[in-house]
């Protein structure tokens, strides 16, 4: 089944201690990227990825770190976490962006809780 | 740069009612034009799609027209479920490739 697999699906943590968020697509999509989700802030683009080796910030990229070392897989690195940095995160993935683009594939979302 | 106004919410509709959330877009040149779903405690889910002007993209009883005189890709349904209820978004792909635009998102009840 093609699909975008995120992990943990929840996560509660403790302030300053480092945390990564893995995502992983098998549809060999090039485009990958991070969305955090708040009440009455919609959805915010953290980073995102064009290939591998290849990433770029979004609209709220404090805080957060990404690598890209292979084509399927996308994590994304707390380093210090903080309050402020409680969410619902989602990964997504696409074939095509830009005009002509085909969508999104996202995952099921980590809901993070930094205390 | 690129935006996404939509209809605010709650929605709150009977079921078999009709249905109408609006979307209106500001862009450059001509995105590619999006609606996802997303049900409670799970990821949004693509639910359609139209990459030109007078595209109609459907799925699922839903449709949306592409309307380029009008920046507007309203998604509609004739007769609602209450396994419609939902948080929906508009979006659109632009020309800049790396960002994908999202509206507030329209959270729609029906009731039986």
């Known amino acids: 089944e093609a699909q975008v697999t995120q992990n943990p699906r929840y996560l509660i943590t403790v302030t300053g201690k480092k945390l990564t968020v893995t995502c992983s697509q098998n549809?060999?999509?090039?485009?990958m990227s991070w969305y955090r989700q708040d009440p009455g802030l919609g959805l915010r683009q953290i980073y995102y990825?064009?290939?591998?080796?290849?990433?770029d910030k979004g609209d709220v990229p404090e805080g957060y770190k990404v690598s890209r070392k292979e084509k399927r897989n996308f994590p994304l690195i707390l380093e210090s976490p903080s309050p402020n940095q409680t969410s619902l995160y989602f990964c997504?993935?696409?074939?095509?962006?830009?005009?002509?683009?085909?969508?999104?594939?996202f995952g099921s979302g980590t809901r993070l809780t930094v205390v | 740069g690129d935006s996404v106004t939509q209809m605010e919410g709650p929605v709150t509709l009977s079921e078999e009612a009709c249905l109408t959330i609006?979307?209106?877009?500001?862009?450059?040149?001509?995105?590619?034009l999006f609606w996802y779903v997303q049900y409670p405690g799970e990821g949004l889910q693509l639910l359609l799609k139209?990459?030109?002007?007078?595209d109609k993209g459907s799925n699922k009883g839903f449709e949306a027209t592409y309307r380029k005189e009008t920046t507007s890709f309203h998604l509609e349904k004739g007769s609602v479920q209450v396994s419609d209820s939902a948080v929906y978004f508009c979006?659109?792909?632009?020309?800049?490739?790396?960002?994908?635009?999202f509206g507030d998102g329209t959270t729609l009840t029906v009731k039986p």
């Open positions: 997504a993935s696409s074939q095509r962006v830009g005009t002509g683009s085909n969508g999104y594939t």
């Open positions: 549809m060999n999509h090039e485009y």
């Open positions: 990825s064009m290939n591998v080796e290849v990433t």
């Open positions: 609006n979307c209106t877009y500001t862009a450059t040149g001509y995105p590619s």
């Open positions: 139209a990459t030109k002007a007078d």
């Open positions: 979006a659109l792909s632009g020309t800049n490739a790396g960002k994908s635009t």
